[in-house]
């Protein structure tokens, strides 16, 4: 199965500003995820991130607060902007399943907003 | 999106014990998987079982895809068990998840 790389794993962020969390694949991958889980909450999705167009956005996530970012098919970036301390949670990459391994997911930012 | 059920929301056990988490869906799936988040919060894969049964160790699986429901087995219950366990199904590309399950292993 794939090995996805994910940083910062933690950060304590100032409200208003903005972070930008980083994905690495070891191999190339059609579809990446991007999951918000609140605490004490399950996962919910945010957006699906393609490679060479914009990415596809749930109900109730928009652009302008969760931009994203697929220059390759290999990496993806996540930024949380603007925020408040209900952005403090614990934001997952994945990707799709290769064969009989299913999805698998980074090891998450856990990020705090102050 | 599919609706999935996990049961119960926590569970206490003592270290030795045997335990069974659930999990319904509400439709047809081509993809279940159970995860354990650990208390750093990671996401370990345990198994990818869209149907059938599967063993890893103390850990089995049990997907019965016909009556949409999942069930997970601990047996011989250690310390290390403890945390959140999650179902995740899909019938296209999205996960959805479950509540979870938290699982307190006592020594």
């Known amino acids: 199965s794939a090995v996805i790389s994910q940083k910062p794993s933690r950060d304590i962020c100032q409200r208003g500003t903005s972070l930008t969390i980083q994905c690495q694949v070891d191999s190339q991958v059609t579809m990446m995820f991007w999951y918000r889980q609140q605490p004490g909450q399950s996962l919910t999705l945010i957006a699906t991130?393609?490679?060479?167009?914009?990415?596809?956005?749930e109900s109730g996530f928009v652009i302008d607060k969760f931009p994203i970012s697929r220059p390759n098919l290999t990496f993806s970036t996540l930024t949380v902007s603007n925020m408040s301390p209900e952005d403090s949670s614990i934001y997952l990459c994945?990707?799709?399943?290769?064969?009989?391994?299913?999805?698998?997911f980074g090891s998450g930012t856990r990020l705090t907003v102050v | 999106g599919i609706q999935v059920e996990q049961s119960p929301p926590d569970l206490i056990l003592q270290e030795g014990a045997n335990s069974t988490l659930r999990c319904n869906f509400s439709?047809?799936?081509?993809?279940l998987q159970w995860f354990h988040q650990n208390p750093w919060g990671q996401l370990i894969n345990l198994f990818y079982i869209p149907s059938g049964t599967k063993q890893n160790g103390r850990l089995s699986a049990t997907t019965v895809a016909t009556e949409r429901y999942s069930l997970l087995y601990i047996s011989s219950s250690q310390t290390t068990d403890s945390g959140v366990y999650f179902c995740a199904v899909t019938n296209d590309y999205k996960l959805s998840f479950g509540a979870g399950t938290t699982v307190t292993v006592r020594a």
């Open positions: 439709d047809s799936v081509n993809n």
């Open positions: 994945s990707v799709t399943g290769q064969g009989a391994y299913g999805y698998t």
């Open positions: 991130a393609n490679q060479g167009s914009e990415a596809t956005y």
